[in-house]
Every structure is written in C-alpha cells, then in structure tokens.
C-alpha cells in the first residue's frame, strides 16, 4: 500500500522560512514524478510545485515562483519543499503527490495524480 507522510509545517512569522518533507513508502519512489499543492480554507486546491522522477527539472507555481525550491531524495524516498520569504497568502495545508511517470515529465494538474498524502499545515503571521 502506498503512503505519502508529509511534515515540517508549522507557524512562521512572514519572511520566515520552513522546510517540508514528504516520505513515500509502498512504492517505487524513483520512478514517480512529485508535485506539492495547497489548500487554503474556502479555495480550491492550487499547485505550488512538481519534479521529475530524476530530479532534473522542476515546476512552480507563479505564487510562488523565486520562493520556494521542490528537491528530492530517491536514496530516501522524500521529496522536500523549501519555503523561504513566506507571506500570509502562503497560509495553507500544503499536500505532497505522486504518479507513476515513464518519462522526463512534471505534472501540474491535481487530477494528474494518483496518490496523496494527508497534509501538512502551514501558518503564517503577519
């Protein structure tokens, strides 16, 4: 059975920075692409962030573009999310995903996965 374990959020005062993991277990992680999305309440989901299954080329979302790095580790099956220069507008559960992927690819749409974690949430102050 595949599960996605996110952690690192928290609250942070804006300027602040946070790092979040995602474990992936039950699967071949190496060969999954990885994208991060967010929810804030009353919005729909938004994607901040994808990487390749090698790691060589990364996505982001405008929001967030410039701020926050997606990186992964297929020696540890994690796939991190660095948050730097937060904004209350970045307050939000943040959700790590993952599909299979046969090829170079990142996925932005969230209907383009197939498994997800249970979500980390992330405060920030003013």
């Known amino acids: 059975q595949v599960q996605l374990v996110e952690s690192g959020g928290g609250l942070v005062q804006a300027g602040g920075s946070l790092t979040l993991s995602c474990v992936v277990s039950g699967g071949t992680f190496s060969t999954w692409a990885m994208g991060w999305f967010r929810q804030a309440p009353g919005k729909e989901r938004e994607f901040v962030a994808a990487?390749?299954?090698?790691?060589?080329?990364?996505y982001y979302g405008d929001s967030v573009k410039g701020r926050f790095t997606i990186v992964r580790d297929n020696a540890k099956n994690t796939v991190y999310l660095q948050l730097d220069s937060l904004k209350p507008e970045d307050t939000a559960v943040y959700f790590c995903?993952?599909?299979?992927?046969?090829?170079?690819?990142?996925?932005?749409?969230?209907?383009?996965?197939?498994?997800w974690g249970q979500g980390t949430q992330v405060t920030v102050s003013s």
């Open positions: 990487i390749t299954w090698r790691g060589d080329r990364t």
């Open positions: 995903a993952a599909r299979p992927s046969t090829g170079g690819y990142y996925y932005w749409g969230a209907y383009e996965y197939e498994f």
